[in-house]
């Protein structure tokens, strides 16, 4: 797996990890690894792109958690009581981390574990920016 990252001008500077290849046991520690080095520099909103990423497994999933856990400690939004009633009526989503251009696969993983009620998903790089 190979990370790029870069740097989208936004309402606010929005992180972009492009990732290539799976996110899954094998690499997952690789990209929270990564993902924490840009939330040390300053990073608080963050994009990942999964164009180039045809799976990504349970592990993979843990990570998206794990890093949404680590923004939002660092800047909260609402309170984990306020969130977790959010998730569940639909109303929270995440503004600190949000995915783009995942494929059909790893959007039927975002959908049927329930990521995708709380961490937008989006196919347009500009759309997604906007949306921090």
């Given amino acids: 797996m190979e990370i790029?990252?870069?740097?989208?001008?936004?309402?606010?500077?929005?992180?972009?990890?492009?990732?290539?290849?799976?996110?899954?046991?094998?690499?997952?520690?690789?990209?929270?690894?990564?993902?924490?080095?840009?939330?040390?520099?300053?990073?608080?909103h963050m994009l990942v792109d999964l164009a180039h990423v045809p799976f990504v497994s349970s592990?993979?999933?843990?990570?998206?958690?794990?890093?949404?856990?680590r923004l939002r400690t660092l800047t909260p939004d609402v309170s984990d009581e306020e969130m977790r009633k959010g998730i569940n009526d639909g109303s929270y989503k995440s503004p600190h981390l949000k995915l783009l251009n995942p494929s059909k696969v790893?959007?039927?993983?975002?959908?049927g574990s329930g990521f995708s009620m709380f961490i937008e998903v989006f196919d347009d790089l500009d759309k997604a920016v906007a949306a921090f």
């Fill in 4 to 44: 790029k990252v870069t740097t989208e001008k936004g309402r606010v500077p929005v992180t972009v990890l492009h990732v290539d290849g799976n996110i899954d046991s094998a690499s997952y520690e690789a990209f929270l690894s990564q993902a924490q080095k840009t939330i040390d520099g300053g990073a608080r």
């Fill in 59 to 69: 592990a993979g999933l843990r990570a998206f958690n794990i890093l949404l856990n």
């Fill in 106 to 111: 790893t959007m039927t993983t975002l959908d």
